[in-house]
């Protein structure tokens, strides 16, 4: 008799975490575009009639969150570099040859050996809030963002 009591007081809790796992809130996910720069997207343009395109998409998990980063008509072969700032996401060319048909000259600090190539995409602040789309839950106070 015990062992069924212990044994039904083990299901019951299990049961009981699985309701409590399941009536946790959804995970927060946003939506947004990068915004080409007018100056240096253009080189990373595959056709030039075609603008290019973006959509990342956030996640929030427990300890960590997930961005998916999708493109659309960059040219084959070029590599990028992605960095946050300040809620913002962007990307850079990693070789700054690759945007010297567009007028740049010099290097950028946003890869790993500080010598990367201009931007070619980023987010745009919110009119409402003035924060990078990275903040996934803004303050009341303008320009703050809750952690």
Known sequence: MRKVVVVALALVWSVLSLVRISAAAPPLIKVFVLKPNPKFGPCAQRFSTVPLGSEATVAEGPLNDTLTLRLANFKPGLAFDLFTIQFHVGIWFNNPADATACGFTGTTPFNGEHNAG??????????????????????????????
Do not use: D, E, R, Y
């Open 118 to 147: 201009p931007n070619a995409m980023i987010t745009v602040p919110s009119a409402t809030t003035g924060l990078g789309p990275l903040c996934l839950n803004p303050s009341t106070t303008p320009g703050k963002c809750n952690p």
